[in-house]
């Protein structure tokens, strides 16, 4: 009777320490060493123990007592599950990762160990890993039998089934946070952001103290472009887990959307302090870096990344993207033993490429350098959706629709605030040099590429903003006075959290723009337009060797390329006559020559005075995120102006795509 007494005392105190882990785990310790005082050794007293010392963050202390238990338990599941996330707090990734996924294998329940293993695969980059890991924990995190079975089509990534399944589970039941966050889950795999906005809204609303769906909902907004919001749902996921990476990462990314850099270098500095063997959070760390003109810490971190990782493409092409740096010969022997790999997947091999394109150009070797250009290049093309007769219908609907009668009849509608100057072109035109002479005035702020008219266009389009079903941009004529008026005060509110400071002025410098200029005009009106164009076969080489992060998929096929350019020129030059002396052009190659004549013209469009530091524009210290980052950092030069004629011989697709164009691309 006794024995069987203490055996319900012990039962009773084990459950008392374990419903102490989460709120108090310091008492959870205290009940725990006590169990062991009386029972020394007890197994799982002893996890208890473990589970405490880690939840305090005291994660070396949990692996001393966890490991005596792997060793006597090796089929503990359990047990390999704290392991893994203690082992995880310590910055051990591969081992974190290696011990949680033997604790899934054992018991597919541990909705924690998913859960850590998620973002241990998540920080590593392998976001495929991650989604199915998430997958599996909101499987395991659920005992009802359709949604197991709506689970279980998430991990085998059965959409249609996963979909069907909850919106008939939500029909009946309407409140389910589980079945709302599977569903939310399952738009965001379709891309359907929307949807998964308006369901993971209701689940947090519904459980606020439910972390997943918050993550959840801060990673949707971070992909709807809405860095603020996101930011405000990390903040509450932090103050309860301030030190959980995944957490500090995407609030780093966020950041960096609105242009908050040097905190989100902290973010990402800290992270990396606690997780040293992260590849990609060092490769973040260093575009940051390069942004805010600390080249040399980016080039330590991009080398960090190639140290931990050096089949990690994407950090070899972020060295030779800073375009002002050189790599070694033992760097491009290296770069040319990843390239052998096997098992190189596709996105590094890539990177790898174009990498190995640009160390080879720099070494004189055209020939060689070209067809790594090229094969970098066919591999991205292959990855991307574009229809390059979209984009020429588009041009041909803008020209029907955008006449002097239709801007006529709209004079005086839209916002009349002339804060904006639109930088516009085609990417690599010299769009960063303009943009720095002109944020080197004392009246102007540079921000940087803002997908904000985009955004508006799609929307305004029924989700896209070409293409044969796109209500754009016919769907304006439909806009009265003020419905345009309303487009406009979106656009300064959306864009309201890039300024920093109280300049008068902003650019706004996304090249793709000059595809909305109608948009622009109607909503804008006294904003200013700058085109700022440079010789065809210069910029367009150039942004056919330069991997873009992500848009311009039309730079990765030379006649496609050169076909863009010559739509391109075609719907400026009828904006021109359509609008006269809207627009101010810039040539490239006049502003090599002649710089002050060039930039003084600028200003006088602007309506501003000349100021002497526009013309030392190198000297002004702003974060600069595209790829000219170094270069508008020192004087202008002009040993790019022919770069291009090196690779004459492989480029008549682009001069058969450019059409016309090539000979009149200045008017």
Known sequence: ?????????????????????????????????????????????????????????????????????????????AAHMEAGLSLALLGQGDAAIAALRKAVRQDSRLVPAWRGLAEQLALIGDETGAEQARAAEIRASVSDPVLLKAGQALVDNDLPVAERLLRDYLKRDPFSVPAIRMLAEVGGRLGRLDDAEKLLTRAVELAPGFAEARHNYAIVLHRQNRPAEAVAQVDQLLARDPDNPAYRILKAAALVRIGEYE??????????????????????HGHVLKTIGRQEEAVAAYREATQVAPNLGEAWWSLANLKTWRFTPGDVELIKDQLQRADLSQEDRLHLEFALGKALEDAGDYAASFSHYARGAAIRRAQVVYEPAYVHAHVERS??????????????????????IFIVGLPRAGSTLVEQILSSHSQVEGTQELPDIIALARRIGGGMHRGPDSRYPEALAELDAAGLRALGEEYLERTRIQRKTDRPFFIDKMPNNFAHIGLIQLALPKARIIDARRHPMACCFSAFKQHFARGQAFTYDLEELGRYYADYVALMAHFDAVLPGR???????????????????????CGL???????????????????????????????????????????????????PALERWRN
């Open 1 to 77: 009777m006794g024995e069987a007494q203490s055996t319900g005392d012990l039962a009773t105190a084990l459950r008392h320490a374990a419903s102490l882990l989460g709120e108090q785990p310091a008492l959870a310790e205290a009940q725990a060493r006590e169990i062991l005082a009386a029972v020394q050794g007890h197994p799982q007293a002893r996890l208890l123990l473990a589970s405490s010392l880690r939840r305090q963050r005291r994660a070396n202390e949990a692996l001393a007592e966890v490991e005596p238990l792997i060793r006597s338990h090796d089929d503990w599941a």
């Open 609 to 659: 005075p000349f100021e002497p530091a526009c013309l030392r524009f190198h000297e002004t210290d702003r974060p600069v995120r595209t790829a000219s980052s170094e270069q508008v950092r020192k004087p202008i030069f002009t040993e790019g102006l022919e770069q291009w004629k090196h690779f004459e011989p492989w480029l008549d697709p682009l001069k058969q795509g450019l059409g």
């Open 399 to 420: 020209q029907a629709l955008f006449t002097r009668e239709f801007f006529a009849a709209r004079e005086g509608q839209g916002v009349q605030d002339p804060d904006p």
């Open 583 to 605: 627009t101010h052009r810039v040539i490239y190659e006049d502003m090599v020559v002649d710089a002050e004549t060039q930039t003084r013209a600028l200003l006088d469009y």
């Open 263 to 284: 905190a989100a270098a902290d973010l990402y500095a800290a992270v990396l302090k606690a997780h040293p063997r992260q590849a990609k959070t060092w490769m973040s």
